[in-house]
């Protein structure tokens, strides 16, 4: 098992900047991936950005050049930073873990972030 805590969300105003954690624990070998996804009301969980224990990274369309994904591997921690936010930012942000080549993952409760214009 493997038990995510995100922290970090908060409310900010538009071109302001967050950063997220993720704090990984339990059994966890070393090759995984996290990621994070976020999900507005009344819409479907999107793929923000993932990044693999080797520091590959990929990102979804929408947060490309404003949001950077990261991680501290001693730590099992993994970071998302947001810069220029926008009221359409605004949802409840997902971290996702599991291991390369496992099809099972996991995810932790979510962190609110809301941006005001």
């Known amino acids: 098992q493997v038990q995510l805590v995100e922290s970090g969300g908060g409310l900010v105003q538009a071109g302001e900047s967050l950063r997220l954690s993720c704090a990984a624990s339990?059994?966890?070998?070393?090759?995984?991936?996290m990621g994070w996804y976020r999900q507005a009301p009344g819409k479907q969980r999107e793929f923000l950005a993932t990044?693999?224990?080797?520091?590959?990274?990929n990102y979804g369309d929408s947060v490309k050049g404003r949001f950077t994904i990261s991680r501290d591997n001693a730590k099992n921690t993994a970071y998302l930073q947001m810069n220029s936010l926008k009221p359409e930012d605004t949802a409840v942000y997902y971290c996702?873990?599991?291991?390369?080549?496992?099809?099972?993952?996991?995810w932790g409760q979510g962190t609110q972030v809301t941006v005001s214009s």
């Open positions: 990044i693999t224990s080797g520091g590959g990274t």
């Open positions: 996702n873990f599991r291991h390369i080549g496992i099809l099972h993952e996991y």
């Open positions: 339990g059994s966890i070998f070393t090759n995984n991936v």
